[in-house]
């Protein structure tokens, strides 16, 4: 019996073997070349990069081919797989170290850490920031989606680098360059269609054009057996829908691709506008705008009213870009909320805050506010006195014991960058809210 000939999946067959077979996004590839480059002439201020973005855009491929095309050692690790701690530190310990036993350069590759998004993954995120503090040689992450609070850790480490979806033209001229490699003919309508339905995602098309390729069934018909693709948004990338709808229509929909919630949404674009838009007057309408549809989704919020919040959603999602169409202006980059920052950054202050009122209004039988505002202080008091009676009898942790004798959780104290970016958000954001409250119950009365 002779050996059965194994299909190799095209996606690994055709995968770059050179940095200048990664197709798309070429901005994304000359910033990794710099960042890595730099390793050459010391260690850079960011000892690891995270190249972030859709899945098949080339991310993982990129760090393969180069390390293959310029000699490297590869050390990778899928960080899905191994999310612990103990894991992290045993496989990557002594690779993050100078060079291998044959002097070659080395170059460490973790894949997919957006997989380390939940709390008992926490060990695993700090792990991994250990090795990037200690490493003598590049560390490179990957992900899809890595905004979620809990990687704050990582960003703030890495050398942050954004991968756009493929264009479809990008995607149909890799699959007619497979189908000469293969000697297989497929016909033209048929890899448009194969382009199109991928989202720009290269991997997906690939393993499509192998399953129509090689069925033996009609293209036509193996194509319309596979589901459609349903985008989702991340933020920068529901940024850019936004900010790029030159017309409402474009922006109509925009918002049922993501999974990020509307004030989640309004504070992103909030925070990005006055970098966006520039022109005092363009600015001085988007304002507007943003006020309008803040209106209507808090009116639709309150009063149950819910066919309000497709005025709403549909003024968020283009009325910027609209007006930034007006003025022709190109905007800056894409930044993180400064709010969302803060909280994220005060995230465990405010767990133990909350912890400490929810057990002493327990005790108390009185309001969250009158406990923080008219017995906290006395409580503080007593605890510097050191009182130890009164913290058993709240059953107070050593953390909140702690906490309550060194800060006042009534008070919140903001770190300075915070406080000068809201405070000179507010300004325009207050004048923008008024008369878009004006205009709000002008348009009330005419509903009504």
Not at 88 to 106: E, M, P
Request: with cysteine.
């Amino acid at each position: 019996m002779g050996l059965q000939r194994v299909a190799i999946p095209w996606t690994e067959k055709y995968r770059p073997r050179r940095v200048s077979e990664v197709v798309g996004n070429g901005e994304a590839v000359q910033a990794f070349l710099e960042w890595v480059r730099s390793w050459s002439s010391g260690r850079p201020a960011k000892k690891a990069a995270l190249l972030h973005g859709p899945p098949g855009t080339g991310k993982t491929s990129l760090v393969i081919a180069f390390a293959e095309e310029n000699g490297y050692d590869l050390v990778q690790l899928n960080a899905s797989d191994r999310r612990s701690a103990e894991d992290i530190k045993n496989l990557l310990g002594q690779a993050v170290r100078a060079a291998s036993v044959f002097g070659r350069r080395r170059i460490v590759l973790i894949d997919e850490v957006d997989g380390l998004s939940t709390v008992a993954d926490a060990g695993g995120v700090r792990a991994i920031a250990s090795l990037i503090d200690r490493t003598e040689v590049p560390i490179v992450l990957v992900a899809n989606d890595p905004w979620d609070p809990s990687l704050q850790e990582l960003r703030s480490r890495c050398e942050m680098i954004g991968f756009r979806r493929l264009r479809a033209k990008e995607v149909l001229s890799r699959l007619e360059e497979i189908c000469r490699r293969e000697g297989v003919s497929v016909d033209r309508e048929v890899l448009e269609s194969i382009a199109e339905r991928s989202k720009g995602d290269m991997r997906a098309a690939i393993n499509d054009l192998q399953l129509v390729a090689t069925s033996g069934s009609d293209p036509r018909r193996v194509l319309e057996s596979i589901p459609n693709r349903v985008i989702e948004l991340n933020a920068f990338e529901l940024l850019g829908r936004i900010f790029g709808a030159h017309r409402f229509s474009e922006g109509r929909g925009t918002l049922a691709n993501t999974d990020l919630d509307v004030d989640t949404v309004f504070t992103w674009v909030l925070d990005n506008l006055d970098q966006q838009i520039r022109d005092p007057q363009a600015l001085h309408e988007a304002y507007k705008v943003l006020a309008d549809a803040d209106l209507h989704l808090r009116r639709a919020t309150r009063l149950q009213r819910w066919e309000l919040m497709k005025y709403g959603t549909i003024l968020l999602s283009a009325g910027p870009g609209v007006i930034k169409a007006t003025v022709a202006e190109k905007g800056g980059r894409f930044e993180f909320p400064a709010r969302i920052r803060f909280m994220q950054q005060t995230k465990d202050v405010r767990t133990l805050a909350d912890s400490i009122l929810t057990k002493v209004t327990r005790r108390l039988h009185m309001s969250r506010a009158k406990a923080a505002v008219h017995f906290l202080p006395y409580l503080r008091l007593m605890l510097k006195a050191g009182d130890r009676g009164i913290a058993r009898h709240f059953r107070l942790t050593e953390e909140e014991i702690g906490y309550l004798v060194s800060r006042a959780p009534e008070l919140r104290v903001q770190p300075a960058e915070v406080r000068e970016s809201v405070e000179e958000r507010a300004r325009p954001q207050a004048k923008a809210r008024r008369a878009g409250t004006a205009s709000g119950r002008s348009t009330g009365r005419s509903r009504a």
